[in-house]
Antibody, heavy 121, light 108 residues
Framework: QVHLVQSGADVKKPGASVKLSCKAS????????LHWVRQAPGQRLEWMGW????????KYSETLQGRITITRDTSSTTLYMELHSLTSEDTAIYYC??????????????WGQGTLVTVSS | EIVLTQSPGTLSLSPGDSASLSCRAS???????VAWYQQMPGQAPRLLIY???NRATGIPDRFSGSGSGTDFTLIVSRLEPEDFAVYHC?????????FGQGTKLEIK
C-alpha cells in the first residue's frame, strides 16, 4: 500500500528557509517521479517542481527557480523540499505527490497528507 | 503556461442529483493529459479521473470524465453525501503542470 507521510507543520519568519520531508513507502521508490504542489489560502493548487528519484534529475517552477531545492535520499526513500527567502506569500499547505507514470497519463495518483507552513513575523 | 478555468465556481445540488463540472484550457492539451481530483476539507486531493476519461482505482462508476482539446467535463451522477467537496482539474500535457481554480460542490 502506497503511503507518503510528510513532516509536521512549521512556522517561519520572513527571510528564513524551510525544509520539508516526505517519506515514501509501499512501492519501488526509484520507479516514480515525485512532485511538490502547494495550496495557499483561497488559491488554486500550484506546482512547484519535481524529481526523478532514480537519476536525481529535477525541474522547478520558473516562479520559484532560485529559491527552491528538491532532493531525495534513496536509502531512506525520503523526498525533501527546501524553500529559501520565505515571505508571507509562501504561507500554504505543501503536498508531495507521486506521478503515476504513463499508465496514469502522468497524473498524481498518491498524495502526502500535507504540511502547513506559516510565514509570519 | 496553460491556464485552466473551471466553472461554475460553486454548484449547489441535492443528493441524488447529477453534477456537471467544466474545465476549459487556454490551449489544446496534448494527449488529453487531464486529471480530476476530489478534495475534502482538511484533506489532500484524491485522484478520480486520469487521461480525461479513465477512472482511477476504486473510484465508483458514478464519476465519469470526458472531453478533448480544450474542453473537459466531469460528471458525477446520483450524488451521495460524501461527494460534496471541491473538485480540481489538472493538465500535464505541457510543462509546467497546472491546475484549475476548483469547483465547490455543495449541498443545496
Amino acid at each position: 500500500q502506497v503511503h507518503l507521510v510528510q513532516s509536521g507543520a512549521d512556522v517561519k519568519k520572513p527571510g528564513a528557509s524551510v525544509k520539508l520531508s516526505c517519506k515514501a513507502s509501499g512501492y519501488a521508490f526509484t520507479k516514480y517521479a515525485l512532485h511538490w504542489v502547494r495550496q495557499a489560502p483561497g488559491q488554486r493548487l500550484e506546482w512547484m517542481g519535481w524529481i526523478i528519484p532514480d537519476s536525481g534529475d529535477r525541474k522547478y517552477s520558473e516562479t520559484l527557480q532560485g529559491r527552491i531545492t528538491i532532493t531525495r535520499d534513496t536509502s531512506s526513500t525520503t523526498l525533501y523540499m527546501e524553500l529559501h527567502s520565505l515571505t508571507s506569500e509562501d504561507t500554504a499547505i505543501y503536498y508531495c505527490a507521486r506521478e503515476g507514470g504513463y499508465m496514469y497519463r502522468y497524473s498524481f495518483d498518491f498524495w502526502g497528507q500535507g504540511t502547513l507552513v506559516t510565514v509570519s513575523s | 503556461e496553460i491556464v485552466l478555468t473551471q466553472s461554475p465556481g460553486t454548484l449547489s445540488l441535492s443528493p441524488g442529483d447529477s453534477a456537471s463540472l467544466s474545465c476549459r484550457a487556454s490551449q489544446t492539451i496534448s494527449g488529453n493529459y487531464v486529471a480530476w481530483y476530489q478534495q475534502m476539507p482538511g484533506q489532500a486531493p484524491r485522484l478520480l479521473i486520469y487521461g480525461a476519461s479513465n477512472r482511477a482505482t476504486g473510484i465508483p462508476d458514478r464519476f465519469s470524465g470526458s472531453g478533448s482539446g480544450t474542453d473537459f467535463t466531469l460528471i458525477v451522477s446520483r450524488l451521495e453525501p460524501e461527494d460534496f467537496a471541491v473538485y480540481h482539474c489538472h493538465q500535464y500535457g505541457a510543462s509546467p503542470p497546472t491546475f484549475g481554480q476548483g469547483t465547490k460542490l455543495e449541498i443545496k
